[in-house]
């Protein structure tokens, strides 16, 4: 099984701040991040067309599907994690900005986890999910 795993530094203070490891054969990318308040675990499940984060300070799911004109393709967005381990400073141009709608969560069914595939059940099952939209920077 290919594998790479990626350090995320915080580009000030460069501690590690993260981890993104990518599964070239299952089509899916885990992001950790452990900064506090802001900690979160992210799946890109591109098999099945999703991304969900969930947020640990708020105990909740994010869902978005994913759109090939906003979100990098499993390769593109494994150069970028490259190029931010490798280099100190990577600008990328590509920030996706999502809106939910506060009160409209729901627990996840059979349904849903077929839908969103077994990675994003396994990362999210008993929290409340939220459906993103993309929308422009405000």
Known sequence: MK???FTLRDPISNYVTGT???HSE????DVHVRSGVYSS???????????ATRLFSRNAC?????????IPDLEEIGRLAFE???MRDVYSPNNVWAQFQPGSSRLGHFNDWLLYGKHI???CTGLPLYELVATERA
């Open 26 to 29: 299952e089509h899916i990318v």
């Open 84 to 86: 931010r381990e490798t």
């Open 3 to 5: 594998r790479l795993t």
């Open 62 to 70: 994010f869902i978005m599907k994913i759109k090939k004109d906003i």
């Open 41 to 51: 675990d992210t799946i890109f499940d591109y098999t099945h067309g999703y991304i």
């Open 20 to 22: 993104m490891t990518i």
């Open 121 to 123: 059940e396994n990362l």
